[in-house]
Antibody, heavy 119, light 107 residues
């Protein structure tokens, strides 16, 4: 079974750093793009960025360039989303999702990681 | 950047109704358009890919059409389990993607 399992909820203070994870299983990890998507409370889906584990090629959404970093550890079949200095506005649910070959839709999705940034 | 505009932003319908949601792209994206359903508290689920193709296991009451800049998502006969929010997603300049702002569907 193809599965993405994300790390647990986090509560952080403004200015702190954070790295959340998304572990893939049940498929050839290097061969599929993994996207990160933000959903603020009560709001819509926003594309954060995407990475190809095979060569670590990463791209970022316009609102997220320079704000976050996406990386991957192929040996552990895990993708990461990282912040160096969190803001209150980063409070959101973050999902990872694997692309479907040939159609560039995303399925499956991880269960989501809730990040809360508050002083 | 390609912008996606969905309408309406919310709608209320009755069981058995035909429901139509539209998505307009800011430029020609051919048929590079997917549709998702997100139920409350859950991750999104892919329903339609390449504008009109039903993902495996998705009920046939869901359908999509369109190409270029104008797209339509239809539920032929609304069921109670269809409540949630629906999003379009373009991938014309993949791997970069864009989501529409969502349509919240209530019964």
């Amino acid at each position: 079974e193809v599965q993405l399992v994300q790390s647990g909820a986090e509560v952080k203070k403004p200015g702190e750093s954070l790295k959340i994870s998304c572990k893939g299983s049940g498929y050839r990890f290097p061969n599929y793009w993994i996207a990160w998507v933000r959903q603020r409370p009560g709001k819509g889906l926003e594309w954060v960025g995407i990475i190809y584990p095979g060569d670590s090629d990463a791209r970022y959404g316009p609102s997220f360039q320079g704000q976050v970093s996406i990386s991957v550890d192929k040996s552990n079949t895990t993708a990461y989303l990282q912040w160096s200095s969190l803001k209150a506005s980063d409070t959101a649910m973050y999902y990872c999702a694997r692309h479907v070959v040939g159609i560039f839709g995303f399925d499956p999705w991880g269960q989501g990681t809730l990040v809360t940034v508050s002083s | 950047d390609i912008q996606m505009t969905q309408s309406p932003s919310s709608l209320s319908a009755s069981v058995g109704d035909r429901v139509i949601i539209t998505c307009q792209a800011s430029q020609d994206i051919s048929d590079y358009l997917n549709w998702y359903q997100q139920k409350p508290g859950k991750a999104p689920k892919l329903l339609i890919y390449d504008a009109s193709n039903l993902q495996t296991g998705v009920p046939s009451r869901f359908s999509g059409s369109g190409s270029g800049t104008d797209f339509t998502f239809t539920i032929s006969s609304l069921q109670p389990e269809d409540i949630g929010t629906y999003y379009c997603q373009q991938y014309d300049n993949r791997p970069s993607i864009t989501f529409g702002q969502g349509t919240r569907l209530e019964i």
